[in-house]
């Protein structure tokens, strides 16, 4: 059960971390890596981090499966991955679309 918490965290903070700083990502991918265009990197990391907070989200419902976690955290789990992704995801997609133009 321990490794399946991990998963979560890890899914959330890695997904986090792609939409927030998907901007700095972006360019170091670009200079470090493929030279391509950043604004192509930077779609791929909003793309993986929108999809990685679904998996989060999955991960979530299915752990309220059990009964003995659903009385202890429910409302904490929901409640920071409904405030912190849709709004994390909001801003990823803004800054993708006006770098875009």
Known sequence: MRKFYVVLLGTFLLATVFCVFGQGLAYFLSEHFVQISPVYYLTGLTIL???????????????????????????????TLFTVAPSVS?????VTVMWWG
């Open 49 to 79: 981090g929108i999809f990685l907070y679904v998996v989060t989200g999955f991960l979530v419902f299915r752990l309220f499966k059990k009964e003995e976690f659903v009385s202890k955290n429910r409302e904490f789990y929901l409640l």
């Open 90 to 94: 909001i801003w990823a997609f803004f």
